[in-house]
């Protein structure tokens, strides 16, 4: 998707096809250059889970083993994450995004029960009702 032009404001439907892509290629632009200035990703999609437990150091035991649990079933279905990052029209890496978004949710999913926030939003996603419900 190349540059708005102006008459292009008043289609709401291209409008946000326009800007649900420019956040996309944003994100993954961003992930890609954190993850790599870490050292936590080399070439496409060589993670260094070590790095990324590493740096969890300073947090307490039961975040770090969430984390390092969270990290390892996400390396454990990294094909399936290369593979969805090939699909992107991104100029950028899509993988560090797709990681990154996987070992979120399998914290929060596994998030330890002194840890949980037991507000509406937080129990709807730990249940697996999605954000965005339409």
Not at 21 to 45: H, S
Not at 98 to 108: A, K
Not at 110 to 131: A, H, Q
Request: glycine share 4%; proline share 3%; net charge negative.
């Amino acid at each position: 998707m190349g540059v708005l032009k102006a008459n292009d404001v008043m289609n709401p439907e291209l409008l946000n096809a326009y800007y649900t892509k420019i956040g996309t290629v944003c994100c993954e632009c961003t992930m890609d250059c954190a993850y790599r200035e870490m050292g936590i990703l080399t070439g496409d999609d060589e993670i260094d889970a070590d790095r990324i437990n590493a740096n969890q150091a300073a947090f307490d035991e039961t975040y770090q083993k969430t984390m390092a649990n969270a990290v390892s079933k996400c390396m454990a279905m990294k094909e399936d994450i290369r593979r969805g990052a090939e699909h992107s029209e991104s100029v950028c890496n899509a993988f560090a995004l797709n990681f990154h978004t996987c070992v979120i949710h399998e914290v929060m999913i596994n998030c330890p029960v002194e840890r949980w926030d037991t507000s509406p939003i937080c129990t709807k996603f730990k249940n697996g009702v999605p954000f965005c419900e339409k």
